[in-house]
């Protein structure tokens, strides 16, 4: 099993990337975006189940943020518009065999298999 992040850089505050995320080995019922700034630990940032479609997102990021899927290519996405310095982190995916209600699919220990990370970094 492997999942492949990618997409992050560096852009100015107000800006926008989108990250991808790729799923390979095995099918998966949920997938989700977590995130880890210099010095803090890894927060959720945006989960999706396939079962109903059904997305959640941390506050910090709800508005600006959308996660998205392509299941014929078993990947998921993360457009991410008005990004603030706030914002700069390492970006990772995690992908879950079981589909994660809204209750718990923040909580990092349900996930079975997480990517390599992407950096992302907001200027002022």
């Known amino acids: 099993v492997q999942l492949q992040a990618f997409g992050g850089g560096l852009v100015q505050a107000g800006g926008s990337l989108r990250l991808s995320c790729a799923a390979s080995g095995r099918t998966f019922s949920s997938m989700g975006w977590f995130r880890q700034a210099p010095g803090k630990e890894r927060e959720f940032v945006a989960g999706m189940s396939w079962s109903g479609g059904s997305t959640t997102y941390a506050d910090s990021v709800k508005g600006r943020f959308a996660i998205s899927r392509d299941n014929a290519k078993d990947s998921v996405y993360l457009q991410m518009n008005s990004l603030k310095p706030d914002d700069t982190a390492v970006y990772y995916c995690?992908?879950?065999?079981?589909?994660?209600?809204?209750?718990?699919?923040?909580?990092?220990?349900?996930?079975?298999?997480w990517g390599q990370g992407t950096e992302v970094t907001v200027s002022s």
């Open positions: 995690a992908a879950a065999v079981k589909s994660l209600s809204r209750s718990i699919i923040a909580i990092m220990a349900f996930y079975d298999h």
